[in-house]
């Protein structure tokens, strides 16, 4: 079964850049694997930040991006507020069928 | 607005069963699918499949052991996972994520707490 990759924890510093990394281990990770990004709070459900790698929902802030990066899935987060310091996990679909999160990136805003 | 309310939390023992349910509300039940994802304790998200909400057809994570079932009652605009045979291992928090597969991934249900303790 594939294996979704993420970075164990970044920090960034308030006002800050980061750029938190969604791999695939067979291979480049591509549109067709329709990439997802979502933030997790302490104590709350999942928020769903990006889909198909770069589109933004209405409640998504425009701080944050989603590209193709590399042969990854990126999120770039620009001018990071003390309020995005969070999980953030991917997720990948395989053979269109079957979705797999990556381990979640905790993301410190210090 | 688009909402999904999952049924509370729940206490059961080893062997025992149980049924967590998702509630829709705010749009056409049958236009979008819904999904299963589940988080152990401390630990990251784990997806679980996904049920067809016009076909009633469920997809199961590859790795899935076959004691869970995804289910549906149109009706009632409500989604349905059994798990069986639970283990101390099933311990976690159950959520419903509305989309996938022809449509984007948006709305999650607030998550229901599933314990398994003797």
């Known amino acids: 079964q594939a294996v979704v990759t993420q970075e164990p924890s970044l920090t960034v510093s308030p006002g800050g850049t980061v750029t938190l990394t969604c791999g695939s281990t067979?291979?480049?990770?591509?549109?067709?694997?329709?990439p997802y990004w979502f933030q997790q709070k302490p104590g709350q459900a999942p928020r769903t930040l990006i889909s198909?790698?770069?589109n933004r929902y209405s409640w998504t802030p425009a701080r944050f991006s989603g590209s193709l990066l590399g042969g990854k899935a990126a999120l770039t987060l620009s001018g990071a507020q003390p309020e995005d310091e969070a999980d953030y996990y991917c997720?990948?679909?395989?053979?269109?069928?079957?979705?797999?999160f990556g381990g979640g990136t905790k993301l410190t805003v210090l | 607005q688009v909402q999904l309310v999952q049924s509370g939390s729940e206490l059961k023992r080893p062997g025992a069963s149980v049924k967590v349910s998702c509630k829709a509300s705010?749009?056409?039940?049958?236009?979008?699918?819904l999904n299963w994802v589940r988080q152990a304790p401390g630990q990251g998200l784990e997806w679980m499949g996904w049920?067809?909400?016009?076909?009633?057809?469920?997809t199961y994570a590859q790795d899935s052991t076959g004691r869970f079932v995804f289910s549906l009652d149109t009706s009632v605009d409500t989604a349905y996972l059994q798990i069986s045979s639970l283990k101390a291992e099933d311990s976690a928090v159950y959520y419903c994520?509305?989309?996938?597969?022809?449509?984007?991934?948006?709305?999650w249900g607030q998550g229901t707490l599933v314990t398994v303790s003797s």
């Open positions: 997720s990948l679909f395989y053979n269109g069928a079957r979705g797999v």
């Open positions: 994520l509305r989309g996938g597969f022809g449509a984007v991934l948006d709305y």
């Open positions: 049920i067809n909400t016009k076909t009633a057809n469920p």
């Open positions: 705010g749009y056409t039940f049958t236009s979008y699918n």
């Open positions: 198909d790698a770069s």
């Open positions: 067979t291979g480049a990770v591509t549109s067709g694997h329709y």
